[in-house]
């Protein structure tokens, strides 16, 4: 089956970097286009950044681009987002995101991310 788990959130001042990490198993990583997602409190989960397959092209919402980076090792079948220059309005809890052959959306469970001083 699916899974997908988040590691690597916690707390930064801002201005700070920080990156996460989603290990997926259960699906032929390689094959897919990797998403991030997030969602403040209160708020509607937001799209963050894709990674597709194959190819490797990226997408960005335009709230982050330029100052995040997404990748994936498809040897250690991971995706990451790097995050500099973090801001306030970062902070949220971030999924990791794929969507299977019928549009399925599976998802982690989240790993929060808390930009603060």
């Known amino acids: 089956q699916v899974q997908l788990v988040e590691s690597g959130g916690g707390l930064v001042q801002p201005g700070g970097s920080l990156r996460v990490s989603c290990a997926a198993s259960?699906?032929?990583?390689?094959?897919?286009?990797m998403s991030w997602y997030r969602q403040a409190p209160e708020k509607e989960r937001e799209f963050v950044a894709s990674?597709?397959?194959?190819?490797?092209?990226?997408n960005y919402a335009g709230s982050v681009k330029g100052r995040f980076t997404i990748s994936r090792d498809n040897a250690e079948n991971t995706v990451y987002l790097q995050m500099n220059s973090l801001k306030p309005e970062d902070t949220a809890v971030y999924y990791c995101?794929?969507?299977?052959?019928?549009?399925?959306?599976?998802w982690g469970q989240g790993t929060q991310v808390t930009v603060s001083s």
């Open positions: 995101n794929v969507q299977d052959s019928r549009d399925y959306d599976y």
């Open positions: 259960g699906f032929p990583f390689s094959t897919y286009s």
């Open positions: 990674v597709f397959s194959p190819g490797d092209r990226t």
